[in-house]
C-alpha cells in the first residue's frame, strides 16, 4: 500500500508538471499532437487519483453512499477508456503527418482536434453506458442513500453483465490495434522511401507508433486482470491480494506514466520547455 502511495504521488507530480508546461507556450495548445497528449495526462491523473482513493478506501473497509460510489465509477471507466482511445487518435495523427504531410494542417486543426476530442469521450463512454443501464433501471431510489464498500462490481448482478462489459471492451481494443498496425505498417513503408530528414522523421515515427503500441498492449492485458483476480480468490486469498497489487502497478499504473516519458521526455519541444520551466523555478527560488 505503501509503494502504491508512493508511485501515485511520483506519477501525478510528473503529469501536474507537465501540465503546467502545456500552458506556457501557445504552440502547445494550439498543435493537435499536443493537445492530445495533454488529454491523455489530464485521464490518467483523474483515474490515479479516483482509482487510489477506492484502493485506499477497499483497504480500509470504508463504505460510501451509493450515489457517490456511482459517480466515482462512472468517471474512472469512462477515462480508463479514454487514454488508449486517444493513443490510437495519436497514432491516427503520426501517420496522417508522415504519410499525407500535405493535408496535415486541414485535417489536424484545432478545430478538428477538438471534434476528435468529444468523439473519444463519447467512445469511451459506451462501457459505462451497458454496465450502468441495467443498475438504474432495477435499483430502487432508496438504495442510493445506502453505505457499500465502493466497487464497480456491486453494478453487475448477473454473470452476463460481466461477459458483455469483457466483449466490449475487447471490441474496441480489436478496433484500435488493427488501427495502430496499419498505422505501423503505412509509416515503415514511407520510412523504407524517405531520405535525409525524411526518412529521420518517419523513423521517429515509427518509434511513437510503436511505443503506442505497447501502451495499448499493457492496457489490453489490464482487461484479463479481473478474470485471474478472481480465479486466485476462491484459491488463496493471500496470492490473491498480492496479485491484485502487481496488476495493479504493472498494469494500471506503469501505462499512465509511459505518456509522459514518450511526448515529455522524446519531444525535444516540448523538453526544453520543461527544461527552461524548471530552470526559471529554480532560479526563482533561489531569489527568494
Known amino acids: 500500500m505503501i509503494t502504491v502511495q508512493l508511485l501515485v504521488i511520483i506519477f501525478l507530480f510528473i503529469n501536474l508538471l507537465l501540465i503546467i508546461t502545456f500552458f506556457q507556450k501557445e504552440c502547445f495548445y494550439t498543435t493537435t499532437r499536443y493537445i492530445l ?46 487514454t488508449p482511445v486517444t493513443l490510437t487518435a495519436m497514432t491516427l495523427e503520426r501517420y496522417v503527418a508522415v504519410c499525407m504531410p500535405l493535408h496535415h494542417g486541414e485535417l489536424c486543426s484545432t478545430r478538428n482536434t477538438i471534434n476528435c476530442i468529444l468523439i473519444i469521450h463519447a467512445l ?3 462501457p459505462s453506458i451497458f ?10 431510489p432508496k438504495f442510493y442513500t445506502k453505505y457499500q464498500l465502493c ?6 448482478i448477473n454473470l452476463w453483465q460481466h461477459h458483455l462489459k469483457a466483449a466490449i471492451y ?3 481494443f480489436l478496433i484500435m490495434c488493427v488501427m495502430l498496425v496499419f498505422s505501423y505498417v503505412k509509416i515503415m513503408k514511407v520510412a523504407k522511401a524517405a531520405s535525409g530528414e525524411d526518412k529521420q522523421s518517419s523513423r521517429k515515427g515509427l518509434r511513437t507508433v510503436a511505443l503506442h503500441g505497447f501502451q495499448l498492449l499493457l492496457c489490453l492485458i489490464q482487461l484479463w486482470c479481473p478474470f485471474i483476480e478472481s480465479a486466485l480468490f476462491h484459491i488463496d486469498f493471500v496470492v490473491f491480494h498480492y496479485v491484485r497489487y502487481f496488476n495493479y502497478i504493472v498494469f494500471y499504473l506503469t501505462p499512465r506514466c509511459l505518456s509522459p516519458l514518450i511526448y515529455g521526455l522524446r519531444d525535444e519541444i516540448f523538453f526544453h520547455a520543461l527544461k527552461s520551466y524548471l530552470s526559471f523555478g529554480l532560479y526563482k527560488g533561489n531569489l527568494n
Do not use: K
Not at 37 to 45: E, G, I, K, R
Not at 131 to 138: E, K, V
Open 37 to 82: 497528449f495533454a488529454v491523455t495526462l489530464l485521464s490518467d491523473s483523474l483515474v490515479l487519483f479516483l482509482s487510489d482513493v477506492l484502493g485506499i478506501l477497499a483497504q480500509f473497509n470504508i463504505p460510501i453512499h451509493v450515489w457517490l460510489c456511482v459517480i466515482i465509477c462512472v468517471v474512472v471507466i469512462v477515462y480508463i477508456t479514454v
Open 124 to 126: 469511451s463512454s459506451v
Open 131 to 140: 454496465i450502468f443501464s441495467t443498475f438504474f433501471g432495477s435499483a430502487s
Open 151 to 156: 466497487s464497480v462490481e456491486i453494478f453487475m
Open 170 to 172: 475487447q471490441l474496441q
